[in-house]
């Protein structure tokens, strides 16, 4: 672990083991922190805050953000291949949302913003009861932030984390998932060796205990919370914090609609469908229902479960692959039951519902869960509502536009979503209709580290990237200095 500019191993010697999702072997071990690391990560960050000039030496800011993304450059491929290893994650998806679009942009665009971005604004006007005010509005950096990590895009989320609360003047306590440490040890590792961060700037403490956790959710010395998982922990979090009057940002789950239009080219259709199994489906913004319009829905059904079939389950190491395993036993076991229970209740189970068959015997011990479609469902089924986090998609008619934004928008969810249509004009005014933090329109892609992300509803609280992200870590004050007039 990184506590206070050191590389320490847990102040009890306990270790966890670190198991690959996609074999069920034990890859190695990690630092198991108790409370003891956790309050000392935590002092440290609040010192560092407090008595040191990281919050106002922007110059120096930005230097150890280019230090850290050259270091990052350095061990790139060794980090590729941790990754695969402890995510589970196709290795096909390592050029992409996985590691290398975040690589390329997360510090990089935060680091610009130092310079670029307006910290200090002069209000006009302040003429007020005869003497002139002037009112500076300033900007400046929320304190200590914790930031709690998934396991389903580890380094994507915690880069985009670091790079804008470090960049704005914060320092960190890193709590990355117990599921996939070594991402984040080997960030701490490159941090204590390759940058000019103060000790304690950033604290990187890796724990499976929820209660060695949930001290940074109740600890006074932490101003904002940044997390990143189920809405259920986000709700808890929420509470947690509310006694210490803690700043949120929380980007939740998702049950996001892809919605095909009566005029969409049917040729998009599966492999938007085929989309939802990346990486097993673990992606907050999959699109996980697929709403057709009923003209299209019979052939859209044949066409997507022979698709189905062909999906390539395996080795994430395999550059073919498509869908590896899901994080966990537990997650696995979750991701079938839903369907179970969807088959109890009534619904089409049209292709997969099962764990995966026919892989290698040295795959026996990974989590690997059939790309399954699920039909002849409505939308208020509960495998239309709940989160899977599976390669799982529910396929569900319509009748019209309104229809379409109707079922879209009936979920207690709003993080993503997507529309296809042969116009752009169509898709971008239903588009506008869905209550979600991002949709795509004919494929539009919204990811980049200058896009704000995040959800309405049960999908969280504020945002992450872009400007609006970048805000997301500061605080703002407004000072106003008299000036009398001359008598």
């Given amino acids: 672990m990184l506590i206070a500019g050191d590389l320490v191993n847990a102040a009890s010697g306990a270790q966890f083991d670190n198991v690959s999702p996609a074999t069920g072997a034990v890859l190695g071990a990690t630092a198991a922190a108790g409370a003891q690391d956790m309050e000392r990560a935590i002092a440290a960050a609040r010192s560092a805050f407090d008595t040191t000039d990281w919050s106002t030496n922007r110059a120096l800011r930005k230097r150890c953000l280019n230090q850290l993304q050259a270091a990052l450059e350095g061990e790139k491929e060794a980090l590729r291949t941790e990754l695969v290893a402890e995510v589970g994650c196709p290795v096909m998806t390592t050029e992409s949302a996985q590691l290398d679009w975040p690589l390329a942009e997360s510090l990089r665009y935060p680091a610009q913003l130092v310079d670029e971005f307006e910290w200090e604004r002069v209000l006009k006007g302040g003429g007020l009861f005869g003497d002139r005010n002037v009112r500076t509005v300033v900007k400046e950096a929320a304190g200590v932030v914790a930031a709690v990590t998934p396991s389903n895009f580890p380094i994507e989320v915690i880069l985009n984390k670091l790079g804008p609360a470090l960049a704005t003047g914060n320092t960190v306590v890193l709590k990355p998932d ?40 109740t600890d006074p010395r932490v101003d904002l919370v940044s997390f990143t998982g189920s809405t259920t922990v986000g709700k808890l979090l929420m ?27 049917p040729a998009v259709i599966v492999p938007t469908a085929i989309g939802v199994c990346v990486h097993a489906g673990q992606a907050c913004a999959a699109t996980s229902r697929m709403l057709v319009h009923r003209s299209l829905y019979d052939q859209a059904v044949a066409d997507i479960t022979a698709a189905y079939h062909h999906v390539p389950v395996g080795d994430p190491v395999d550059p073919g692959t498509l869908v590896g395993p899901v994080i966990s036993a537990e997650q696995k076991e979750r991701a079938l039951s839903a369907i179970e229970e969807a088959r109890r209740d009534g619904a089409e189970i049209v292709v997969g519902g099962g764990p995966a068959e026919g892989l290698p015997d040295y795959l026996g011990g990974g989590h690997f869960v059939a790309p399954t479609v699920v039909a002849g469902v409505d ?37 993503a979503g997507a529309v296809m249509s042969r116009s752009a004009e169509r898709g971008m005014s239903v588009a506008r209709r869905i209550r979600t933090g991002a949709m795509g329109v004919n494929g539009g892609m919204f990811y980049g580290a200058d896009a704000p992300f995040g959800g309405y509803k049960s999908s969280g609280i504020g945002r992450q990237c872009g400007i609006e992200g970048f805000e997301q870590y500061l605080e703002t004050k407004t000072i106003a200095l008299r000036e009398r007039r001359q008598s």
């Fill in 178 to 217: 117990p599921h996939t440490p070594w991402n984040a040890t080997r960030l701490g590792r490159l941090i204590a060796e390759k940058t000019d961060m103060p000790p304690g700037v950033v604290n990187v403490v890796t724990t499976p205990s929820n209660d060695v956790a949930g001290l940074l959710g």
């Fill in 239 to 265: 509470r947690q914090g509310a006694d210490t009057m803690k700043r949120m940002f929380l980007e939740l789950g998702g049950k996001s609609a892809a919605i095909v239009l009566d005029d969409a080219n």
């Fill in 379 to 415: 939308n208020s089924a509960a495998i239309a509502q709940r989160e899977i986090f599976g390669p799982v998609l529910v396929l569900l008619p319509f009748d019209d536009d309104d229809d379409a934004v109707r079922m879209a928008n009936d979920s207690a969810y709003g993080l």
